[in-house]
């Protein structure tokens, strides 16, 4: 079982950035692939990026050019850059690993 805890979400201007961090407990982390998922009000969730455990990096189509998945092997966590940000990006915001999910982050973006 992974465990996991999401940081760094707020509210930010529209054009702004947040750094998003996700620790990981339970399992080796450099064997785990991390996934990043949002889900705004009244809405699914919906997926945002991927890291692999050699480090291949995809994103949701919105979201390439503006955000970018990390990851720390040495402190167990991964991060998403956001940069840009849209009003349309505000949303709880959800690290993944293994079919485990954190408790979530809120960022909230004001035009």
């Known amino acids: 079982q992974v465990q996991l805890v999401e940081s760094g979400g707020g509210s930010v201007q529209a054009g702004g950035s947040l750094r998003l961090s996700c620790e990981a407990s339970?399992?080796?982390?450099?064997?785990?692939?991390i996934n990043w998922s949002r889900q705004a009000p009244g809405k699914e969730r919906e997926y945002v990026a991927t890291?692999?455990?050699?480090?291949?990096?995809y994103y949701r189509d919105s979201v390439k050019g503006r955000f970018t998945i990390s990851r720390d092997n040495a402190k167990n966590t991964v991060y998403l850059q956001m940069n840009s940000l849209k009003p349309e990006d505000t949303a709880v915001y959800y690290c993944?690993?293994?079919?485990?999910w954190g408790q979530g982050t809120q960022v909230t973006v004001s035009s």
């Open positions: 993944e690993s293994m079919g485990s």
């Open positions: 890291i692999t455990q050699r480090n291949a990096t």
């Open positions: 339970g399992r080796t982390f450099s064997n785990l692939a």
